[in-house]
């Protein structure tokens, strides 16, 4: 089955409605490794896309995750705007033109996107980043192909979100802090469990 533009929509309103839920909870987690703005961060450039979402039509949508990459790039600032704004305009160079998304080319597009990120930020799997829930949810992804289970996305993506409280921070602020990085999530893994989560809430239907 093929995943419409309308759908995506939803995926991206759900997930910036969670964001702005989480926001105060997400900063929590930035605060305790980092500098305390990642909430505040997300739900700025979220709401820019809540309202680019109202003033697309359904459509193309590799149109759609381009506007989606500039919102983020120019209102979330910080180390995850770049990254997420980095990770949806490689969504859209894969969804250029396209109305529908098959499994596949889902497969195909976060790959570039996690490919984008870690060219980007330099980091590897296991640096405790949003990567080490990108690696594995992606990995899972491309190799279930059609037998894909959305609660396992989710379960994928849980798990190797609460895996990041072992590492030791090796890229971004949180790796200022060292040894005592260890022992909290990382809040950039944080908000990408919650873009698989809304990701497989809204294509499980
Ligand atoms: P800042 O650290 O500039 O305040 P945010 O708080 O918005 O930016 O985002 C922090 C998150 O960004 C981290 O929790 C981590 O997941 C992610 N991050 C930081 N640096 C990198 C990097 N080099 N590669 C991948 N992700 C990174
Ligand atoms: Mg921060
Ligand atoms: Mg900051």
Redesign the pocket.
Same mark, same amino acid.
């Given at each position: 089955m093929d995943f419409t533009c309308g759908q995506i929509k939803s995926w991206l309103l759900n997930l910036s409605k969670l964001i702005q839920e989480k926001k105060e909870e997400l900063s929590l987690y930035?605060q305790a490794i %980092?500098?305390g703005?990642?909430g505040i961060?997300?739900a700025r450039g979220f709401k820019e896309v809540e309202q680019l979402l109202k003033e697309t039509e359904d459509g193309d949508i590799g149109a759609l995750f381009q506007r989606v990459s500039l919102a983020l790039l120019s209102k979330? %600032?910080? #180390?995850? %705007?770049p990254?997420y704004g980095t990770a949806f305009l490689k969504m859209a160079a894969v969804c250029k033109g396209k109305k529908a998304l098959s499994l596949q080319e889902w497969g195909l597009a976060l790959t570039e996107a996690l490919n984008g990120?870690k060219m980007?930020?330099? #980091?590897e799997p296991g640096?405790?980043?949003?990567?080490d829930v990108w690696e594995p949810v992606v990995d899972y992804m491309v190799r279930a192909g059609q037998d894909l289970s959305w609660q396992k996305v989710k379960d994928i993506a849980v798990q190797s979100m609460e895996k990041t409280k072992e590492l030791q921070a090796r890229?971004?602020?949180?790796s200022f802090l060292g040894e005592r990085s260890i022992g909290h999530v990382?809040? %950039? #893994?944080v908000s990408?469990c919650y873009l698989f989560q809304t990701l497989a809430d809204q294509l499980q239907k």
């Open positions: 930035d %980092g500098d703005d990642h961060n997300l979330v %600032g910080g #180390a995850s %705007g990254l990120l980007r930020g330099k #980091a640096d405790k980043t949003m990567i890229k971004g602020r949180a990382d809040p %950039g #893994a990408s």
